[in-house]
């Protein structure tokens, strides 16, 4: 099959931008620390846009849709709730957290100081299995979405994702994909503020609903 290069080549004028993004923001990179974990210097309004992006991905992206096409309104707001939920949980563990490691920069920092080193082992082990599942579901969601989107063969559109990702985080580190994270979300509310105007306007509401309703057929499945 033919690719679509308009198409292709939209994808990677929009990767170039990120990562000219990514570049711009590792600039500002003074050593390690912050190359990690960005050592505490985003910022209030600069943490809380990257956050928000941070939280739409390739999980959102597969689970929060087959939620609400299976569930209805109650699958869309209890996959939102459940992840609201642990955030407001874990505010109150953070101060907790703080007096186990004051100076602590990350979860094994946590699990290295409060158990044994047995434990601690067993952790890191459990977690690199867990972020390989997530670096994977990540590229699985960005290839989906960009072929939805951009009719670009599934295999491409994880090659360009990961491509684009990994280069604009190698940059800068935590700062970078923060950076990048901030400039997502502005694309994301510009998307949020004109789209529903937009749809209303040109077609109004009723035919989004039904369409949303309308289950497919054995054949479409198939």
């Known amino acids: 099959m033919a690719l679509p290069w308009i198409n292709v080549g939209i994808v990677l004028v929009l990767g170039l931008?990120?990562?000219?993004?990514?570049?711009?923001?590792?600039?500002r990179v003074e050593g390690a620390d912050e190359y990690i974990v960005g050592s505490g210097k985003l910022g209030v309004?600069?943490?809380?846009?990257s956050l928000l992006a941070f939280w739409i991905t390739g999980n959102t992206m597969l689970a929060a849709p087959e939620s609400a096409y299976n569930f209805g309104i109650t699958g869309a707001l209890g996959y939102a709730l459940i992840g609201g939920s642990g955030v407001v949980?874990?505010?109150?563990?953070?101060?907790?957290?703080?007096?186990?490691?004051?100076?602590?920069?990350?979860?094994?920092?946590?699990?290295?100081?409060?158990?044994?080193?047995?434990?601690?082992?067993?952790f890191i082990a459990l977690l690199i299995v867990?972020?390989?599942g997530l670096i994977v579901t990540q590229g699985i969601g960005g290839g989906v979405l960009l072929e939805q989107i951009f009719e670009i063969p599934y295999m491409v559109s994880v090659v360009l994702t990961f491509?684009?990702?990994?280069?604009?985080?190698?940059?800068?580190?935590?700062?970078s994909v923060?950076?990048?994270?901030?400039?997502q979300v502005l694309l994301i509310l510009v998307v949020a503020i004109v789209v529903p105007?937009?749809?209303?306007?040109q077609v109004g509401f009723?035919?989004?609903?039904?369409?949303?309703?309308?289950?497919p057929t054995a054949s479409a499945v198939g």
Not at 163 to 175: D, E, K, L, N, Q
């Open 89 to 122: 949980l874990f505010g109150f563990l953070s101060k907790r957290i703080h007096q186990v490691i004051p100076h602590g920069k990350s979860v094994g920092d946590y699990y290295g100081t409060r158990y044994d080193g047995k434990n601690y082992y067993l």
């Open 178 to 183: 923060a950076g990048v994270a901030y400039f």
């Open 206 to 215: 009723t035919p989004v609903y039904s369409g949303s309703r309308r289950k």
């Open 130 to 132: 867990y972020v390989l």
């Open 163 to 175: 491509a684009v990702v990994i280069t604009y985080s190698y940059f800068g580190g935590f700062r």
């Open 197 to 201: 105007p937009l749809v209303y306007f």
């Open 45 to 49: 309004a600069f943490g809380m846009t």
């Open 17 to 27: 931008v990120f990562i000219g993004a990514g570049w711009y923001f590792s600039r």
